[in-house]
């Protein structure tokens, strides 16, 4: 068996308002706090509760993709219907993608028409990250994904089956401070926990939610259940 990578959590003060924002804007369906992706996609959203204010930039975001500069407009103005606003991380007045918060404060890209990096990409055309190259090559191991970007200590993994590319954007990083609002689910035999383990994760015992913590390279964390 392969690991396999089969959610992505969000932490959220209102796991409702967050699934009912985030089914309305990419249009997948809901079976309770969960996402289920109607695309190749390849992976769930799942919101859990916490009590944890946000404090920080999020180490990972989605950029989602335009066909027109219409779809982009039409997509920025859903996501501002359901919840959403604009947020300021300091672009520049040139740039062309749309910085966006869902309800929680999680931020998000709408990327302009004609971006050749997320060409091949559906809507939800990359999870980027802020991380390190050692971290990118981990988790091309770890998920057996080809690179398919690895310049300037930049990096980009994607599913041999399709989906969003996963990116790390190299130095320099955003400290830090607690836990990751945003974190993979895993699916893993034991062999394969012990292989990720060899590769520079870093195992932590059962977490709060029955499953098995760890963290990768860069100490993001992670949660690894069994088969599913």
Request: glycine residues 12%; aromatic residues 8%.
């Amino acid at each position: 068996m392969t690991v396999t990578l089969h959610t992505l959590c969000f932490a959220a003060h209102d796991p409702r308002g967050l699934t009912r924002f985030w089914a309305g804007l990419l249009g997948w369906e809901s079976e309770g706090d969960t996402l289920i992706p109607d695309d190749d996609t390849g992976f769930r959203l799942r919101f859990l509760p916490t009590e944890e204010p946000k404090t920080r930039q999020n180490q990972m975001h989605f950029d989602l993709t335009s066909e027109s500069l219409e779809d982009q407009r039409q997509t920025v103005a859903k996501a501002l219907e359901l919840g959403g606003r604009h947020l300021d991380i300091g672009q520049l007045p040139e740039e062309e993608h749309v910085v966006l918060a869902d309800p929680e404060g999680n931020e998000f890209c709408v990327i302009e028409p004609g971006n050749g990096f997320l060409a091949e990409c559906g809507f939800v055309g990359a999870v980027a990250s802020d991380g390190s190259q050692e971290v990118g090559y981990f988790w091309s191991k770890a998920l057996d994904w080809p690179l398919v970007w690895d310049h300037d200590q930049e990096t980009a993994i994607r599913s041999p089956h399709g989906g969003p590319k996963i990116t790390w954007g190299g130095p320099p990083f955003t400290p830090k401070t607690g836990r990751n609002r945003l974190r993979f689910d895993l699916s893993a035999s034991p062999t394969e926990i012990e292989r990720l383990v060899s590769l520079g994760a870093t195992s932590h015992g059962i977490g709060e939610d029955g499953h098995l913590a760890m963290s990768d390279p860069d100490g993001n964390e992670f949660s690894v259940v069994g088969p599913r």
